[in-house]
């Protein structure tokens, strides 16, 4: 992991350095690729469980939730921060992102700003419900050497007094995240309405927005299991899979609400006639639907394969694929630009970069897991 995070590294520093001309295969006709369909729109919803479970845990009172609430939000916070990279690195004048804080330059009918100011809002949200986490890890533990031993106290003091004050204003910042997740998860789909004919009839509809939404639902507690039992099985801890069954059998709920919005907006559109051609969209869309909503829509129904560690993850794999494969179908294969000459293949460095992304995340994670009290049962040796 660490080798590929140093190439996706070192791939970034050459896109940064020499332009977007020259590390991707990005061009007028086709101005957006895998870093946005990959990075932003995929990294966006696979995040989506840091809202759902704190919305769960927290807002419903649903105690049994708690153990898996701060893996989730550690999950959610590292993603959109690499998220907001994503932006950054696909950006040509990166450098002017900060200009979405100025008041004069807002444009309040610019979909791209909502989701902007949402995003932008909800991170720093995400590292203000981290801070707990932080305060317990040092409170009591602050060992400054040498001549800074003085500032023990003060900083103690300081990060029990922080910790206090969180306590009670917690609960605003998480409805506060829960909101400002709801309006750019739809959002994002509210992005490719606009689109208009760019975007093929399977899933060119008004109710994008509703559909990026509920697949943001969908994944979030999915996205919670898949990674619960790949820590557990890294970190040699035994799998929390009563908390898991549970937490699981939300997941077919959201899914039927999911394809049921879906069949009942194609027929109302009268779309189901482009399924008998056999072309990529067509094959793509059976794919999107079949391997990520009814195969995991029958495993989680079925309360004996809900106790199985192996069938929950597959359940959970399955709907992340599927939610994966709908993000590129809308950001890449079913979007056709205006002016279509040549077709877009992703240069090498593209793949690095997005490769190095996940790497990251996962050696990130790793680490502060190791060093916080994220995972329950998990004895720390500080690095």
Sequence with gaps: MLAVALVGSASLAYRFVFGLGAATNLSNSHPWGIWIAIDVACGVALAAGGFTTAFLAHLTHRSEYHAIVRPALLTALIGYTFVALGVATDLGRFWAMWHIMLPT????????????????????????????????????????????????????????????????????????????????????????VIAGPKLHPLWQTPMLPLFFLLSAFAVGFPMVIFESLIASRSFRLPPEQPVLSRLAGYVPIILGLYLAAKVIDMANRGTFGYLSELSLPSV????????????????????????????LFTGAALVILGVVLNRLDVFLIAYSPTYNLTPYVPAWTEYA?????????????RFVALNFPVIEHLKRAPA
């Design 105 to 192: 330059m807002w444009q309040g009918n610019s979909v791209l700003f909502e989701v902007g100011m949402c995003v932008m809002c909800y991170l720093t949200v995400l590292y203000i419900e981290f801070l707990p986490i932080v305060c317990e890890r040092f409170i009591g533990a602050v060992r400054l050497p040498g001549p800074l031993a003085i500032l023990n106290r003060p900083i103690d003091g300081a990060l029990r007094r922080l910790d206090r004050g969180l306590s009670k204003v917690m609960t605003v910042f998480i409805i506060l995240g829960v909101v400002l997740s709801c309006m750019h998860q739809s959002s994002l789909g509210t992005l490719m």
């Design 284 to 311: 793509m869309f059976t794919l999107e639907v079949v391997l990520g909503v009814l195969l995991p829509m029958a495993i989680f129904l079925s309360s004996r394969l809900r106790q199985s560690v192996a069938w």
């Design 353 to 365: 970069v997005t490769a190095g992304f996940i790497a990251l995340i996962v050696l990130i994670y």
